[in-house]
Nanobody, 125 residues
Framework: QVQLAESGGDLVQAGGSLRLSCAASGRTFSMYAMGWFRQAPGKDREFVATIDWTGVYTRVGDSVKGRFTISRDNAKNTLYLQMNSLKPEDTSVYYC??????????????????WGHGTQVTVSS
């Protein structure tokens, strides 16, 4: 059973930084792409960033481009999201996401087979 455990969410002032982590277990982490999504109250869950199994290919959503960076450490079975220049509109629950197959890059909610429980990020103005 795949398990994903996020950590690192916090309350931060606008302009600040946070780093989220996602510890993965239950299968060979290094064989799968991974992703981050977020969901604000009353809104749909949205794509934030994705990374292939090697860590070489990454893609981030337009709303976070130039501010957020996704990375991974396959030796530690851990996914990261470095968030800089945070804005109040970044306030959301952030979810770690994993696909069911090695061929899938999680870019959409339908691409995701496994979710973490989420970690709250709140950015004050």
């Amino acid at each position: 059973q795949v398990q994903l455990a996020e950590s690192g969410g916090d309350l931060v002032q606008a302009g600040g930084s946070l780093r989220l982590s996602c510890a993965a277990s239950g299968r060979t982490f290094s064989m799968y792409a991974m992703g981050w999504f977020r969901q604000a109250p009353g809104k749909d869950r949205e794509f934030v960033a994705t990374i292939d199994w090697t860590g070489v290919y990454t893609r981030v959503g337009d709303s976070v481009k130039g501010r957020f960076t996704i990375s991974r450490d396959n030796a530690k079975n851990t996914l990261y999201l470095q968030m800089n220049s945070l804005k109040p509109e970044d306030t959301s629950v952030y979810y770690c996401a994993a696909p069911r197959t090695t061929a899938t890059l999680p870019l959409r909610v339908v691409d995701v087979g496994y979710w973490g429980h989420g970690t709250q990020v709140t950015v004050s103005s």
